[in-house]
């Protein structure tokens, strides 16, 4: 009864069986390995770094994709771990070389993940080789075997990814976000129906509706773990990110159209045939992502954009009916829509490998489609090379936790002293609180290894035992413990590392003493380390970096009006917008790793993100419909607009002051609706001389007024709870 319940307890923390699945085959690698290592070929050195390379890229690497990719990518390494392994040994001769040396490398390894996600996924790998390698004995001589102990093991366990119980593939980015556009084009296709029929009911409109709105909230990068995350520098994946962004506002502009439905049929109703035809470019666009597909044509999206400008009250022709303020409304909003459509198709042919066309121009939202992937890694390292960078106080944090580790190691002659950083690594988080409460697991489950691993040495002298029990300890560590929780983690880890140590180096029952006190050294510098830089975590800094995002918004949103007015294109106020941008992901993706404090609990990060995408998104596509100058010389909309654009601005300092004290804006009223908003621009539309504007001026006052309501839906959480909806990744 007792393996009953236990086995029914590990199946449903383990749906499908991946984690027994990965540990069964770690598992046999690694005994694979060891076994031939130690007792085929004889040598406690081939088998050390054989053993420890199978666990360090097999249980600590993270790596994504399917089963051929993250063996390319485990094959890819190698020469990585050669120069680690290499600069390791020859370190090892001296504690505080080798001490500066887990400085340099402990910081570079860990900030490169600010460029790829897969980097970061092996960044603990990469720092355990050079950890092991760079501890005594030194022996240069020995380096041979050590990398080919190595190589031996990461090539066996490549192909085991592809070959030995491959685990199943999630659906990636790329497939949600076809997934999300067909969502959304389904939503379009049903808000027109309702736009050209409001009588015939609503086609399945909600439903639909419901459908996008949950598809589309599954791209947030929080809800993808981070080696799948497209958070990489190249154009490829900050392409996906855009499509991303146009999908929301896509979805939100669709939101507003249809609740502009006209009282009465209107077959031929210009807004509807835009709607239909945006509907089929965003279906393409979706499509378009999945592997060998064309890229999407933009022909019939610019055609249907052509026809309903022509159709538009004071047209490109300057004719036209008198201008009626619902049907402004609708054409606005459609060609809004129409320009985020044809943002998210320009964005999938960049992710799908296509080049920019000239038609496809976007000045400063596709220009890292200019530029080569070394370019573009570089650009996001020395926008991480701020003081407000939480991925360089992470990285920081650990490299001078490991340094010191190494240092007190050395100073110390501890026989395992690698065991110490490892438990620095293993302890050490993001946060002081996140570190303290790691701290509890590893002390107490290593204490619990230890006595039971160090009683068994007392009983059993016999190394052969240790070596036929090897494959259970390894399934009962990286599969069962896992299972069970952090404690049981520590604990049968310990057990391992004994048994594996008690066939290389015989030491008795002082080898679990060794490692408890290592072990415990260990973290409490993780722990004093936490404690002592940048305690916050990223709370803090995700504060400060979303101020100052808001505060670049509401100045670019300033910028933009006066470009239409007249002035200079807002090209450096919307680059500022894109380079805070980069911090405040960075910050917010940490972020949800975390413990968080109560002041950002308090803060509704989606709506605050959302409001600064929405702002960088939205103007260049503005200012591709309605160039700069478009309303200069038309004074009365030039000081209504200015006005407008002033109190906008107010709001988003504001809101950036709050949110830097951990005091969000509260309750705001309820926005009017699209016609109401016209109301104060209403005088002028009756301006026969300024008609051929009007498209223009009624399209800046929507975008406008677009952006006040996503600030409209920022509010406070209820009391107690977090202001995160989306969740944890």
């Known amino acids: 009864m007792l393996g009953t319940s236990l086995l029914g307890r590990l199946r449903s923390r383990d749906p499908g069986d991946a984690v027994l699945r990965r540990a069964a085959r770690l598992t046999l690698v690694a005994s694979v390995v060891f076994y031939a290592c130690r007792y085929g070929v004889g040598s406690p050195m081939l088998a050390t770094y054989g053993l420890f390379g199978v666990v360090a890229s097999g249980a600590f690497a993270q790596l994504p994709g399917p089963a051929p990719q993250r063996a390319r990518i485990l094959v890819s390494t190698l020469p990585v771990v050669w120069a680690l392994i290499s600069a390791g040994t020859v370190l090892a001769g001296s504690t505080w070389m080798a001490s500066v040396g887990m400085l340099v490398i402990g910081f570079v390894v860990a900030f490169a993940g600010v460029g790829n996600p897969r ?14 390698a760079s501890f005594p004995p030194y022996d240069p001589g020995t380096l041979p075997e050590r990398l080919a102990g190595v190589t031996l093991a990461i090539v066996v366990l490549a192909v085991a990814e592809v070959f030995l119980w491959p685990d199943p593939v999630p659906l990636s980015y790329r497939q949600r976000l076809a997934e999300a556009a067909d969502g959304v084009a ?15 009911g609503d086609g399945g409109r909600d439903a639909r509706r419901e459908r996008a709105s949950a598809a589309v ?85 610019d055609a249907a954009v052509l026809q309903a400008e022509m159709a538009y009250p004071g047209g490109r022709d300057g004719r036209g009916d008198a201008p009626e303020v619902p049907r ?59 003081p407000s960078s939480a991925h360089l106080h992470s990285s920081l944090r650990l490299a ?7 240092v007190t190691a050395g100073t110390l002659q501890l026989t395992h002293g690698f065991w110490v950083l490892l438990a620095t690594l293993t302890v050490l988080r993001t946060s002081a609180a996140d570190t303290r409460t790691a701290l509890r697991p590893a002390v107490v489950g290593t204490t619990v290894g230890a006595v039971v691993s160090g009683g068994l040495m007392l009983v059993i002298d016999e190394p052969i035992v240790y070596a036929v029990a090897l494959p259970f300890t390894l399934m009962l560590a990286f599969g069962v413990g896992r299972l069970l929780g952090p404690v049981w983690q520590q604990a049968l880890f310990t057990v391992l590392l004994t048994f594996v140590f008690a066939q290389l180096a015989p030491e008795g029952w002082r080898l679990a003493e060794a490692r408890l006190v290592d072990v415990v050294l260990g973290a409490v510098i993780g722990v004093l380390a936490g404690v002592a830089m940048w305690p916050r975590g990223a709370s ?77 998104a939205g103007a260049e596509s503005l200012l591709r419909r309605n160039p700069p100058g478009c309303l200069a010389g038309w004074a009365p909309a030039a000081g209504l607009l200015r006005e407008s654009a002033r109190e906008l601005r107010s709001a988003y300092d504001d809101l950036a002051d709050q949110i830097a004290h951990g005091r969000p804006s509260g309750p705001v009223p309820t926005p009017p609706g699209c016609v109401d908003e016209l109301d104060r621009i209403r005088p002028l539309l009756g301006d026969v001389g300024s008609r051929p504007s009007v498209r223009h001026l009624v399209e800046v006052d929507q975008w406008l007024a677009a952006l006040a309501d996503s600030l409209a839906r920022i509010h406070p959480p209820p009391d107690g709870s977090s202001a995160d909806r989306s969740g944890k990744p």
Not at 263 to 280: F, K, Y
Not at 400 to 406: E, G, K, Y
Not at 545 to 560: C, I, K
Request: proline letters at 6%.
């Open 119 to 132: 980097l970061l996924g092996l960044g603990s790998a990469f720092q355990l080789f050079y950890i092991l």
């Open 186 to 200: 389904a939503f379009l296709d049903a808000a027109a129906d309702v736009l050209t029929d409001p009588h015939g």
């Open 217 to 301: 909230a599954e791209l947030a990068l929080i809800r993808t773990p981070a080696a799948w995350a497209p958070t990489a520098a190249d154009a490829r994946d900050r392409a996906l990110r855009v499509c991303s962004a146009a999908l929301r506002e896509v979805l939100a502009e669709a939101d507003r159209l249809a609740a502009e439905a006209p009282p009465e049929p209107i077959p031929d109703l210009a807004a509807a045939r835009l709607l239909r035809s945006c509907a089929d470019t965003t279906r393409a666009a979706g499509r378009s992502l999945s592997p060998g597909a064309p890229p999407v044509d933009l022909g019939g999206l």
């Open 328 to 386: 402004l409304c609708r054409d606005a909003t459609a060609l809004a829509l129409a320009g985020q459509v044809r943002v998210l198709a320009v964005a999938a042919r960049v992710a799908s490998g296509s080049r920019l066309d000239d038609g496809d121009d976007y000045s400063g939202l596709f220009e890292f489609a200019r530029h080569g992937p070394w370019s573009l890694y570089w650009r996001q390292f020395r926008a991480h090379l701020a």
């Open 400 to 406: 001078v936790a490991l340094a010191i580790a190494r």
């Open 540 to 616: 803090r800094d995700l504060r400060h970096n979303a101020a100052r995002y808001l505060a670049a918004s509401g100045d670019a949103v300033e910028q933009t009006v006066q470009a239409v007015l007249g002035g200079p294109p807002p090209d450096r106020a919307l680059h500022r917008v894109r380079q805070r941008m980069i911090l405040v992901d960075s910050s917010h993706s940490q972020y949800h790793s975390e413990r968080h404090d109560q002041p950002s609990r308090r803060v509704d990060w989606d709506g605050v993100l959302g409001a600064g995408h929405h702002v960088m």
